[in-house]
């Protein structure tokens, strides 16, 4: 075996290795999810039941208002997706392609807006929609579409800095190759361009759908009284208890909510390869 070979088997067994560490969490959630309560709180775990069973997935989709909150976060989830994927598309080209003046300092502000921690904006935020509730009640507190335009500002800056790269890496003659040809610019735009960076817009739309997917900081503190615009991680609280935390509802309802993002992963992944289809010849 030549020094090569022997590289490429460590850097095949050390990716085996980190896929294996990555994976267990995920498999350990979904086996409690299956066991029998007696297995879940037993002081020695296995990692294999031979008593399986579907009592704690009952027991979650019996929960008053599951399918409300459900709803509420597949609505807040793909709401961010649409909205976040126009906005961030849109800049991305808007940076990349034109000169204007402060665009290095839009460019900054873009990083540094990541920079600051979501528990430092969430008070002033909650101030902020309690204000504009009084104006306009559809963003106001206990609404969802304060959660939606929350999540939305978080998604763009990390959203635009990513596309950014992907339509920088377009040749500009391209676009210039179906000016000759008589494309207007919102062709070039939709027609050509939006094709290519395809890829980008699909890898954004994945952390905006998991991020709005997840969310629990903002849901818990804008929701207040209106429970029926509670999210599902909001719902996951009734399994923990002051005296005892039902582990096996709390693993089943992390089941039941990994599904949905790995439904819209797999459908958009497809886009990460056929985006790239039907490029335009140089």
């Known amino acids: ?64 208002g ?73 963003i106001g507190l206990n609404t969802l579409a304060s959660l939606i335009l929350v999540q939305l500002a978080f998604s763009l800056p990390f959203g635009i800095w990513m596309m950014r790269g992907f339509v920088a890496a377009v040749p500009v003659s391209i676009e210039e190759a179906a000016q000759i040809d008589g494309a207007s610019r919102t062709r070039i735009l939709w027609r050509i361009l939006l094709p290519l960076v395809a890829p980008g817009l699909a890898a954004t739309s994945v952390f905006s759908f998991i991020a709005a997917w997840n969310d629990f900081v903002f849901a818990k503190t804008f929701i ?5 615009n509670q999210t599902l991680p909001s719902a996951l609280l009734v399994f923990f208890k002051p005296d005892e935390n039902d582990w096996g509802g709390i693993m089943a309802a992390s089941t039941l909510m990994t599904l949905p993002v790995l439904v819209f992963f797999v459908a958009v992944q497809r886009k990460l390869v056929s985006g790239l289809a039907g490029a335009v010849k140089d």
């Open 1 to 64: 075996m030549n020094t090569r070979s022997r590289w490429r088997l460590a850097a095949n067994s050390t990716a085996y290795l980190v896929a294996v560490v990555a994976a267990f969490p995920i498999f350990w959630m979904v086996l409690s999810a299956f066991k029998p309560k007696g297995e879940v709180q037993s002081l020695h775990p296995r990692p294999w039941t031979t008593h399986p069973t579907l009592e704690s997935f009952r027991q979650v989709l019996g929960v008053d």
């Open 66 to 138: 599951f399918g409300r909150y459900f709803l509420n976060s597949v609505v807040i989830a793909l709401a961010v997706v649409v909205l976040s994927g126009v906005v961030v598309f849109l800049a991305a080209v808007a940076v990349t392609r034109f000169r204007f003046r402060f665009r290095t300092t839009v460019m900054v502000m873009f990083l540094i807006a990541q920079m600051i921690p979501v528990e430092a904006l969430t008070i002033p935020l909650f101030f902020m929609f309690r204000d504009a509730g009084r104006f306009a009640p559809g």
């Open 224 to 228: 207040i009284s209106a429970t029926q």
